[in-house]
């Protein structure tokens, strides 16, 4: 079995579409699901699904390198062949992102490498961009700039507010996401040495 762990902070419902779509499925299984915020409700999805969950807090926690070498520890156990951060809104330490070079993937609301950080719905609303959507990307060093592993985009409506925005990009998040994790384990995509995916 090809062993995953997500990272989550809230919700989860990127995670629960991997769960649907990977979890235990073609060799693929999620060894665990770790929280940095107390109730998060990603946790009780894994419980859900017999995934074995964690709590990392961040909450007054100073120190990055120390939260991240507990993070770390925590993933360790598992031995994991992919990290997948769903939702995890915590900038990771240059030492973390080493670590696990070539395995951390995210999802980030917008199309990179446009409008990176947060706020990325109501952004390419004030630019008045006429699309918008998702890239899964390979986790680097440099915030939200890693090599783009596929993308979605959906148009920009007229009507459109941020939280409309946000719901139709979600709906494409759910279907990029798995399909990332399917490509990673079938040898599709790596990060090269020279720091672009292939």
């Given at each position: 079995m090809k062993k995953i762990v997500v990272l989550i902070s809230g919700n989860g419902s990127n995670l629960q579409a991997i769960i649907e779509k990977c979890h235990n499925k073609e060799g693929m299984r999620i060894v665990a699901v770790i929280s940095n915020k107390e109730g998060a409700y990603g946790l009780i999805r894994a419980q859900k699904a017999g995934i074995p969950t964690w709590k990392i807090l961040s909450k007054g926690v100073v120190n990055r390198d120390d939260y991240d070498e507990q993070l770390s520890a925590c993933i360790d156990k598992?031995?994991?062949?992919?990290?997948?951060l769903a939702g995890f809104m915590r900038i990771l330490t240059p030492h973390f992102v080493r670590h696990y070079k070539g395995k951390l993937l995210n999802i980030h609301p917008s199309l990179l490498p446009k409008y990176p950080g947060l706020h990325t719905h109501q952004r390419a609303l004030e630019a008045k961009e006429k699309?918008?959507?998702?890239?899964?990307?390979?986790?680097?060093?440099e915030l939200d700039a890693g090599p783009v592993i596929l993308q979605a985009k959906v148009p920009i409506?007229?009507?459109d507010n941020a939280e409309l925005l946000a719901a139709r990009v979600q709906e494409q998040e759910h279907k990029i996401y798995p399909?990332?994790?399917h490509l990673f384990f079938q040898g599709k995509?790596?990060?090269?040495?020279?720091n672009k995916s292939e």
């Amino acid at each position: 079995m090809k062993k995953i762990v997500v990272l989550i902070s809230g919700n989860g419902s990127n995670l629960q579409a991997i769960i649907e779509k990977c979890h235990n499925k073609e060799g693929m299984r999620i060894v665990a699901v770790i929280s940095n915020k107390e109730g998060a409700y990603g946790l009780i999805r894994a419980q859900k699904a017999g995934i074995p969950t964690w709590k990392i807090l961040s909450k007054g926690v100073v120190n990055r390198d120390d939260y991240d070498e507990q993070l770390s520890a925590c993933i360790d156990k598992d031995a994991p062949d992919l990290i997948v951060l769903a939702g995890f809104m915590r900038i990771l330490t240059p030492h973390f992102v080493r670590h696990y070079k070539g395995k951390l993937l995210n999802i980030h609301p917008s199309l990179l490498p446009k409008y990176p950080g947060l706020h990325t719905h109501q952004r390419a609303l004030e630019a008045k961009e006429k699309e918008h959507g998702a890239s899964v990307h390979f986790v680097t060093e440099e915030l939200d700039a890693g090599p783009v592993i596929l993308q979605a985009k959906v148009p920009i409506l007229q009507t459109d507010n941020a939280e409309l925005l946000a719901a139709r990009v979600q709906e494409q998040e759910h279907k990029i996401y798995p399909q990332a994790v399917h490509l990673f384990f079938q040898g599709k995509i790596l990060l090269s040495s020279e720091n672009k995916s292939e």
